[in-house]
C-alpha cells in the first residue's frame, strides 16, 4: 500500500517539471530573439552627397581701437588675433592696422587669425599679449563673396 503524503509528494513534483521546462523555453526563445536580433545588420540612412556649408565670417573693422578693446570685438566674433610689428599687445596701445582688411569675408576654420598692428599709446606695464589666448586658425577667403 502507498501512503498519501508519498502519493502527494510524487504528484506535486510531476507538475514541477512540466513548469521548469517551460520557464526554460521561454527563457531559450527570448535569448534566441535576442541572439538574432543582434545578428541582423542595423538599418542605415542613405548617405547624403552634399558638401557641409562652410560659414561665412565677416572681419570686423578695429582700426583705431585701443588694443585691449579690439582684441575683445575680435574674439567676440570668433576670431583670433595675433600682433605683428615692434609694438606689443599692451591694453592701452591703438590699432593702425588689420589683415584681412575690415569687411572681408572669410571661411570659418574654428578662429580665423586677424593680424593687427598698434601704435605706442599710453601705459606700457605688465607683460605684452600678443596672441588670442585659444588657439587660432588660418584664414580661408569666402570665394563667393567679395572683399572689402
Known sequence: MTRASDSRAVSGRILTIPRVAAIAAVVRLWSATISLAADKPAARKPALHTAPQRQVMVVPDVRGQLFVFASGIVEDGGFGWKVRGSVGGFP???????????????????????????????????????????????????RHAKSG
Open 92 to 142: 592701452a596701445n591703438l590699432v593702425v592696422s588689420q589683415s584681412p582688411k575690415p569687411g572681408t569675408h572669410v571661411i570659418d576654420t574654428g578662429a580665423p587669425t586677424i593680424t593687427v598692428v598698434l601704435a605706442r599709446h599710453g601705459a606700457q606695464v605688465g607683460q605684452p599679449l600678443n596672441r588670442s589666448p585659444y588657439g587660432a586658425s588660418v584664414i580661408r577667403p569666402a
